[in-house]
């Protein structure tokens, strides 16, 4: 009877603990979604060097998976990986068309907790699109990778322990050799912390 006693408060003890945890510090994952514009201009892509001048907006989709650490009652710092899906994604000028298929994303991010639940927040990291390319022309089409950096900036906000809500802004620079590729995003987001 004694042992099931002392079972029974490490029991309370630990889901006491549990109840008070930090949102903003340990693992997380989520799905996101929104807006993205992709914007060329003469990009070296799959293909080579093009010609095309073309911007191409959609809708995108993803997953994520991150990892925070709070450093201070209000400095948070953390990594995250992510994996995102354009919508119809592909534009062009008729003879030159791009077709981004999806997107691996891996950044960090800084953040300073305004109150308990509300995290403001920049991010840095890198970006690899893999597109396809086809040109009518000549006709060929190849299928490539643009390697490139992103900024971004969002607020998340804990709507339970362990559920919040994102909204963040992020540009991306996909530029490879002298041709320019750049991609805005907004982006909404809804995470679970373990």
Do not use: C
Request: net charge neutral.
């Amino acid at each position: 009877m004694k042992t099931i006693a002392i079972v029974a408060a490490a029991a309370v003890a630990l889901a006491a603990t549990s109840a008070h945890a930090d949102t903003f510090s340990g693992p997380s994952v989520g799905v996101q979604g929104g807006w993205e514009q992709n914007s060329v201009n003469d990009p070296t892509t799959g293909v080579g060097a093009t010609s095309l001048h073309a911007k191409g907006d959609t809708g995108t989709l993803g997953i994520f998976a991150g990892y925070d650490y709070k450093l201070t009652p209000h400095a948070v710092i953390g990594a995250q990986a992510e994996l995102n899906f354009p919508i119809s994604a592909h534009f062009g000028d008729g003879n030159t068309t791009i077709d981004p298929k999806r997107s691996i994303d891996l950044s960090l991010r800084a953040g300073y907790l305004v109150d308990t639940k509300t995290l403001l927040y920049v991010r840095g990291g890198y970006s690899n699109v893999r597109a396809g390319t086809s040109v009518a022309a000549v006709p060929v089409y190849a299928s490539g990778s643009q390697n490139g950096w992103l900024l971004g900036a969002g607020v998340e906000r804990a709507v339970t322990k362990n559920i919040t809500g994102r909204l963040e802004y992020r540009y991306t620079d996909l530029s490879e050799g002298n041709g320019k590729w750049n991609r805005n995003q907004v982006l909404a987001g809804v995470a679970y912390h373990f």
